[in-house]
Structure formats: C-alpha cells, structure tokens
C-alpha cells in the first residue's frame, strides 16, 4: 500500500472517531449539565405543591401546576391524535391496499404537515381560538398540540402497519372478514408494540413542546379543573422561570427542566421496554 | 351483543377514517389559507419586496421590515448545518462502515434520547454551557467582543438539534447501499477509505444532499432553543458573535401583547406564513429531488 494512502485512511479514521465521540460526549454533557444544576434546586416541596404567594420573588411554593398541566394537556391530545390518526393509519393500509399512487400521495402530504414548525400551528391555533370565540384554555392547548403531533403519530403508525405480511391479509380475507374487521381486530393487534411507540413518541413530543401551546394553553397558578380555563405547561415554567433576575427562581427554572428531562427519559425507556415485551405475540411468517 | 350488525358496522368505521383522512389531508391548505388570510391585512397595505428587504423594524410607527429577521434566520440556520453536516457524515461512515454491530447498538438509543430532548432543555443547556463558553473562551480567543448571547451561540445549540435529525436518515441511506458494490470495489484493491470516498459517497451523494435540505428545513423553524440564546436584538448581525433575531423568535416574544395592533398582529401572521412557506417549499424540492434520483 502506498504512503500516502495509508496517511488519508487514518487521517479520516480518526475524524470519524473524533466526531462520533463529540455526540457522545454533547450527549452526556446535557444530561450532566441538567442533572447537575438541577439537583442543588430540586425539593419535595417544588414537585407537590402549586406556587404561593411570593413564589416568582424566590419564596415558597413548586411547579405542580405545570407538572400535572403537561401531563393532563399532553395526554388529551395523545387521546385526540389517537382517535384520528389510528383510522387515518389504517385506512392508508387496508382500505388503499392496491393504491399505491394515492397512498404515496397522502404519505407525501404527511411529510409535508411533519415538517411545519409548531410555531406556525400555534399561530394558527391562536388564530383558530379567536375566529371561534375560545379564550386560552386548556382546550385550545390540546387542540393545537393534536394537530402538531397527528402526523407524527400517523407516519410511525404507517411504517409499523406496512411491515404486516399480506398473507395475513389474505388468510382473514378466506375467512369472512370485511375490511374493518380486518383493520381494526388484525391489523392492529398485529403491530400492537409498534402503535404504542407511535403513541408513547407522540406523547413525548407533545409534553416537550413549548413553542405550540405558548399563545393557546396560557399560563396559572393553579391545577387544572376546567377544560375551558388557560393551564400551565412545564416548558413554559421553565421558560418564564429563567427569564427572572431573581437567581433562587432561576434556579427553579433548572430544577423544572431536570422534571421534564426525567419525563421524557421514562416516557422513552417505556416505549423501548413495552415494543420488546409485546413483540411476542405477534405471529411471525 | 352489538348494536348494529356487521355490515352497518363496517359502514361507520369507515366513514370515520374517511373523515379523519381528509381532515388530515386538508390541514396543509388550511394553514396556510387562514395564515393568509391573516397576513392580507399586511400584505394589502405594503409592498412584498419592501416588507422582506426593509431594515426598519419599529411596529409603532407602522414599518414593517422583516429583513434583519430573515437575515438573523438564514444565518443561524446555515452556520447550524455547516457544524452538524460533517459531524454527521463522519458519524454515519464510522458507525455503518468501520465500527462492530454492538457499537451500533449503543449508538441507536444516544440518537433516540437527542432527538426527544425538548427543545426548551436544550436552550436551557445553551445557556449553561454555550453561551458562558463563547463569551469567556472563545471570544476572547478569538479577540471579539460578545457577549456570548449570539448567532453563533444560536447556530451551535441548534446544530446539536438536527444531528439526530440527519443522522438518521444518512445512516438509512447507507444502509441501502448494496454490498455487492462495496465488495467490488474492495476486490479491485481499494482501501477502505477509497471504497468509502469513491463508491459509498458518490452513491449516496443524492441522499445525503437530501437529508441536510430537510435538516435546513427543520432547523429554519425552531423556536424556543434558539429564542433562548440568539439575545433577540432586531439588527442585521455583522458577524456570527452578534446577537440577532430569527423569524420563530419574533412570533414567539410579541405575541399577546399585539392584539391591540391589528397591522402588527398581521405582521406576525405574516412571519408565521413566511415560515410555513420555506418549511413546504423545502420538504417538496427534497421529496423531488429524492423521486428524480429514485428513478435512475
């Protein structure tokens, strides 16, 4: 081999390793970063009560509002893309079956909505409000963040239903079903880990998101106990928190980002855990 | 056992995915014609060109320059891809060409978790770390003044955002290349490298232009993280250690307080618009170009 080839090879060898240990490293300086400073703020006290009196001057109160909004907003939209984009899903891969041109289309269309910017859907989510007569509301959030999250749930429900064998098809077919039956009672028990991925990624996208429910969700003090009342989200605790001179509030800010990373930690453990457990009674050809 | 038979049944569920189907296929044109709708108030009022090429930003006074925005956007976007382009490309060539499977293994769960970070934790980690990095290193270092809140700060935060993003879909594209080529051509002689150099990258060349005009187009519309650390000055940025503005940021900081202003609620319709523009116009050329070169 010639010098000078050798040279190229482990001068990009080493690029190559250079570069994947920079992710690595990017990677595990977030997750210190935010556990570190995170953790010198974080009390009982902030995860189990709503703010109080003096709480954005550095007195007493948490963040339970914005834990137990997030959650409750980002689980009726999950609930709302779910009912929407399970059929939509399945519609694509039963009822289109032999449709391949219409069926590119529609994924190509669903491509498109993936890559809006949520701050495009949450002005028109806001827009939508005011056209309807809505205030900030809890309802206004989930709306918002259904439509940012449909085609998400959608296009990783359609790559898991297009996996299904066509014998399977077939076979239910011989049998008597009709198409519905096929979709709804095969279909989805066939690829039952790969729809709660779909459903567990949506779900985490949906609790990250602040850009989306900035203008529709609002922000409160208090729990949510009205769909038609605004609700607090963790991303915008964390925002407003770190906008603050006060340095205890600061602090909080990172504290409340350390509840949502571990959030969104679990919610992807589970999504890994649960497709591997369920990936047993799925008939194999 | 059921209220309706089957037949009745079959008939109401599909009925529902029909309905949910064109609800889902209408939600592009229905962006976009109330965002429209929105910003025809701006629109009607002031000229296209003077609106984008303007520099003067005072809502006040009713003028309407959105040129520093996209400005403060084009930069922060392309400064972003020029740092995670070749993060990526190298990463990718490593992890399907050189590195064992069980390393692959280790790498795919490392993607999954950068890329469902929220983008608010993200910006939280650009304020911890990068932004204290530009202005107390590598400013200096560099012998410019910053206040480390800037472009750059920006660029940098965002590139680590679409890694995963790109990465993904190099990695995809790599693994569809077949092996008898590779093998060919490390049968001919060829280094390793130079089957990477001459065969795998030439192949792949398509896709990979791909894969960064959608990271582009995702990079273009992120909001909090870059929010957070771009320091939201509205002035046509000098250099990458200025502070500047990007068009997300601008919807983000000024909503609410302008409903008062009818123009000035339009105008940033009228941003939401330019946004959603860019973001389709990008996906389509890509999903094109990718359909060409499928052809071949």
């Known amino acids: ?285 | 056992m059921y209220l309706l038979n089957r037949q009745q049944r079959n008939n109401v569920n599909i009925s529902w995915m029909l309905l949910s189907l064109l609800l889902v296929a209408f939600l592009p044109f229905m962006l976009f014609s109330v965002l429209y709708y929105k910003s025809f108030l701006l629109l009607r009022n002031f000229n296209l060109g003077n609106l984008i090429f303007s520099e003067s930003w005072h809502p006040s006074r009713s003028e309407f320059g959105f040129y520093p925005f996209i400005v403060g956007s084009i930069l922060v976007t392309l400064t972003a891809i020029l740092i995670s382009t070749p993060i990526c490309l190298l990463t990718a060539i490593n992890v399907t060409q050189y590195a064992k499977k069980r390393f692959f293994r280790i790498m795919h769960p490392v993607i999954d978790i950068l890329a469902g970070l929220p983008s608010v934790v993200y910006g939280v980690w650009g304020i911890l770390v990068i932004v204290p990095f530009i202005s107390r290193y590598l400013g200096p270092w560099l012998g410019v003044k910053t206040m480390g809140y800037s472009i750059l700060a920006g660029a940098f935060v965002l590139s680590i955002m679409i890694i995963p993003f790109i990465l993904n879909i190099i990695i995809e594209i790599f693994r569809t290349i077949p092996m008898e080529l590779k093998e060919a051509a490390l049968s001919l002689g060829s280094t390793k490298w130079q089957m990477v150099k001459h065969v795998i990258l030439r192949k792949a060349l398509p896709g990979i232009i791909a894969a960064v005009g959608f990271g582009l187009a995702r990079a273009f519309g992120e909001t909090m993280a870059v929010l957070m650390v771009v320091g939201n000055v509205a002035k046509v940025p000098r250099s990458v250690f200025d502070p500047g503005y990007t068009l997300p940021s601008l919807i983000a900081n000024n909503y609410g307080e302008v409903l008062s202003i009818p123009q000035y609620d339009s105008a940033l319709m009228f941003a939401a618009l330019l946004l959603l523009t860019v973001s389709l116009f990008f996906n389509l050329l890509m999903h094109f170009f990718i359909a060409r070169y499928n052809k071949y």
Do not use: C
């Open chain 1, 1 to 285: 081999m010639k010098k000078s080839l050798k040279i190229e090879e482990t001068f990009f060898r080493v690029l190559m390793i250079l570069s994947t240990a920079f992710i690595l490293f990017i990677l595990g300086i977030i997750i210190y970063s935010v556990f570190e400073k995170g953790m010198k703020a974080i009390s009982w006290e902030m995860l189990t009560s709503v703010p109080s009196g003096g709480y954005y001057y550095g007195k007493g109160g948490g963040i339970l509002n914005a834990i137990v909004g997030s959650i409750v907003l980002s689980l009726g939209a999950t609930i709302l893309a779910f009912v929407i984009g399970l059929p939509v899903a399945l519609f694509i891969n039963v009822f289109l079956q032999h449709k391949k041109k219409l069926v590119n289309i529609i994924r190509f269309i669903l491509d498109l909505i993936w890559g809006i910017p949520s701050i495009v859907y949450g002005a028109f989510g806001f827009t939508l409000m005011v056209l309807i007569g809505l205030q900030t509301s809890l309802l206004a959030g989930i709306i918002t963040v259904t439509l940012f999250i449909l085609p998400i749930m959608i296009r990783s429900m359609d790559e898991i239903l297009r996996t299904v064998p066509k014998g399977l098809s077939e076979a239910a077919y011989s049998l008597g079903s009709n198409k519905s039956e096929l979709a709804f009672k095969i279909f989805t028990r066939q690829s039952f880990s790969g729809i709660i991925t779909a459903v567990l990624l949506s779900f985490g996208r949906a609790i990250g998101d602040a850009a989306s429910v900035l203008f529709t969700a609002g922000y409160t003090d208090n729990l949510p106990n009205s769909l038609l009342e605004p609700v607090a989200t963790l991303p915008l605790s964390i925002f407003f928190q770190l906008a603050s001179p006060v340095p205890e509030v600061q602090a909080r800010a990172y504290a409340s980002a350390l509840v949502l990373t571990v959030i969104i930690l679990i919610v992807s453990l589970f999504s890994r855990g649960l497709g591997k457990r369920y990936h047993k009674t799925k008939i194999n050809f």
